[in-house]
Each structure stands twice: as C-alpha cells, then as structure tokens.
C-alpha cells in the first residue's frame, strides 16, 4: 500500500509539472480558492478538481449564460454575436462552452468588443490553453477557461452533460438561443437547469420560431425581453446593482454604480439574485449534500467488481443477481448519477452493445476500499 502512495504521488507530481509549464493551475474543492459560485449552488455535487487557465477570481464574476447548438444558420450567429457585443458593453461577462456554433459565437462576441468570457470546457483544456486565439484575452485577463476533466482527455458525451451543471452555476442567468426539442445538450442541459434551479433560465424570443424554445417555456422558462441598451441587459441579468471588477484601463467599469457607499471600514456586500436563487432552493430541498457522495452499500458492492468494459449481464454475473430490474436501479443507476461509472454509448443508452466502466472517480473509491 504504501508503494502504490508513493507511486501515485509521484504522477500526480509529475501531472502538475506538466499543467504548470503550460499555465494551467489546478484547485480541489478542499482549497479555499475554490470558486464560490459552485461551492454555493452544486454543493456536494461540485467538482472535486477543477483544471484552469486565465484569472481563476474571474469565475466568481457571475454574468450571463449563453448556450445553443453547434449547427446554426447565419441569423443565428449574427444573432449571438450581438448578444455577445451587448453583453460586452454592458460589463457583463459571458459564460459558454466553448463548443462550435452558439457557444464559440457568444464567447468571440463578447472578446472582439473588449468584454469578458468564461468557457466552461468537456475536454481539450490543453489544446484551448496553447490556442493562439485565446492568447491574449488569457494573458489580459478578459478569458478564462476552465474543465473539470484531465486537460489531455479527449470528448465524450457523458462530460458535456456534466460541463453544462457548471456554465449554469457560474452565471447569474442564462440564454438559450436555440435547441431542439426532446434530444440533444442544449435540450437536456435546459431541462436539467429549470428542475436545479440554479438560475432563471430565458430563450430567444425574436427570429425563427423553434418548437424546442417554445417547449422549454411550457417547462417554466422565460422568454428573453431582447435588450437593446447595456442599462437593460444588466436589468435582466442582474436586479441588485452587482458591480463587476473592471478591466485595468477599462471604462466599463465606470457603467454602473449602483451600490451604496459604505462606512469608512465597511465593506458593503451585495448577493446577486441566482446566488439567493439557489440558496433558497438549496433550503427547499433538505437532501441536497454538504459534502461529496459516499458510496452506500450497493454502490461499493458494484465498484470493485468493474473490470474494463462490461456488459449489464456480466455485472449482473458478477454481483450473482437474478433480476435485471435490480442491477438497473439498485447499482447502475446511483453509480451513473455521481459519475463513479460511465457508458461507453451514452447518445444509446438502451443499445444491446452498451458497456459500462469505471471513472477516474470511480478508480479512486475502488483504491480507497483496497486501502481499508
């Protein structure tokens, strides 16, 4: 056991030589630098290692949430673009993925006007960090980019579902200018988002119609007013008068100043509206955890017996269970919830060659039981 600590430290000193020499800092949950944002409103269900590139307090700014599909058509780029350059303008940072289309749009809006933008990334950290492109916003402190996943790890589907939970936890509200309805991310990251609650969601309201907007609205989402003045952008995103730190040199931090003076000495402390959003939330629902998930009895039955891939019929084999109901909702299912195993077909879930194997998170749980 102890070799295998020493072993195990050594490639994490190694990793971190590695991340460091490329300008990407890692930050764990237990560190007090972890940003607040996710602290607050994912609680037990944050992260537990974030990788990063860019200002690291630049993820507890808030601002606006911008996602849609990667296939849109010219009036919805040019449509993003402005919701960028507004936002830009209007001190309020942009908060995306980083995927092609909408994502991608918003985010290069908001820069190219001299604003802000935070891509929350699935994977690729790495390849983002050295991107020529994101140079100089990165050094100038205008983007950061940060993912929850290996820097070098390449994309699946299962983390793109994870990513969207954080671009809606580190905004203050969110756009959603397009989707399609009942299928794909922007779909199932909306619909995921107006049951957490972390933020007021919003879809375009202008253009062409979309029956998949219109059925996030019966779902409880906002149509999005179509601000046309910073003033009113911020109206939407921000009811409170929340001061963003200005850029060095930058008027746009002479927008807005709405807060009140302070006493000599006093610092005045303002939450913004999603902040209280999910903390309200957070006391409706007494099951939300204060700390990481650990594994229940089930769970640390099914755990150590994974093995490379396997079908749900060998892990059925191996836990020697008879019904095919129980290994589905008694073991899959909690272990595919907290991300300790993953399917190798998650755009199929039911497909008859669907595997499932354990996560990096999972390897650790299965470590810490040899441990004990």
Same mark, same amino acid.
């Given at each position: ?9 050594f490639?994490?000193?190694q990793?971190?030589?590695? /991340?460091? %020499?490329r ?15 996710? @602290? ?14 860019g200002?690291?307090? %630049?993820?507890?700014? $808030? ?7 990667r296939?849109?058509?010219?009036? =919805?780029?040019?449509y993003?673009?402005?919701?960028? &350059?507004? #936002? #830009?303008?209007? %001190? ?5 993925? $980083?995927?092609?289309?909408v *994502?991608?749009t918003? !985010? ?9 933008a ?17 140079r100089?916003?990165?050094m ?6 940060v ?6 790890? &390449? ?5 793109? !579902?994870? &990513? ?7 905004a ?7 989707? +399609?309805?009942?299928? $794909?991310?922007?779909? #199932? ?21 979309? @029956? ?5 609205v ?5 149509? /999005? ?5 910073? +003033?009113?952008? &911020?109206?939407?995103?921000?009811? *409170?008068?929340?001061q963003?730190?200005?850029l060095a040199g930058?008027?746009?931090?002479e ?28 006391e409706?629902?007494? $099951? ?11 769970e ?7 093995s490379?891939? !396997? ?5 059925r084999?191996? =836990? ?13 299912d ?9 399917m190798? !077909?998650?755009e199929?879930?039911?497909?008859? @060659? ?8 999972g @390897?650790?749980?299965?470590? %810490?039981?040899?441990?004990e």
């Open positions: 056991m102890f070799r295998r600590l020493l072993q195990r430290g490639l994490l000193a990793a971190l030589e590695r /991340w460091s %020499a300008a990407i800092w890692v930050v764990t949950r237990a560190d007090d630098d972890y940003p607040n944002r996710l @602290r607050k409103k994912m609680r037990g269900k944050r992260p537990p290692v974030l990788y990063g590139c200002d690291r307090d %630049a993820l507890d700014f $808030g601002g606006l949430a911008v996602v849609g599909s296939k849109v058509n010219d009036e =919805l780029i040019e993003t673009e402005r919701v960028g &350059r507004l #936002a #830009a303008e209007a %001190a309020v940072p942009i908060v995306s993925g $980083g995927a092609r289309g *994502d991608q918003a !985010m290069r809006g908001s820069l190219e006007a001299g604003g802000r935070i891509g929350v990334l699935g994977n690729d950290l790495e390849r983002a960090a050295l991107d020529r492109g994101n100089e916003p990165l100038d402190g205008r983007l950061v980019l993912s929850s996943f290996d820097p070098a790890i &390449r994309f699946r589907g299962w983390q793109a !579902m994870e &990513r969207n939970k954080q671009i809606y936890a580190l203050d509200s969110a756009l959603v200018v397009n989707s +399609d309805h009942g299928h $794909g991310g922007t779909w #199932a990251g909306a619909t995921e988002q107006l049951k957490l609650r972390y933020v007021p969601v919003y879809v375009r309201s202008t253009g062409e119609p979309s @029956r998949g907007l219109d059925a996030l019966a779902r409880g989402a906002r149509w /999005w007013s179509e601000p046309e003045t910073p +003033d009113k952008l &911020r109206e939407i995103v921000f009811d *409170d008068g929340t963003i730190p200005a930058s008027p746009q931090g927008l807005f100043r709405s807060e009140p003076e302070a006493a000599p000495g006093v610092a005045v402390v303002r939450e913004s509206r999603s902040t209280e959003f999910a903390e309200r939330t957070a409706d629902d007494p $099951g939300l955890p204060d700390e990481a998930p650990v594994p229940g009895k089930n640390k039955r099914l755990l150590p017996v994974m490379g891939e !396997m079908s749900r019929k060998e892990i084999d191996a =836990l020697r269970l008879k019904s095919r109901s129980d290994v589905k909702k008694r073991f899959l909690p272990c595919l919830e907290k991300g300790w195993i993953e190798t !077909m998650p199929n879930e039911r497909s008859p @060659r669907q595997r499932f194997r354990l996560t990096s998170v @390897r650790t749980w299965v470590e %810490a039981f040899e441990d």
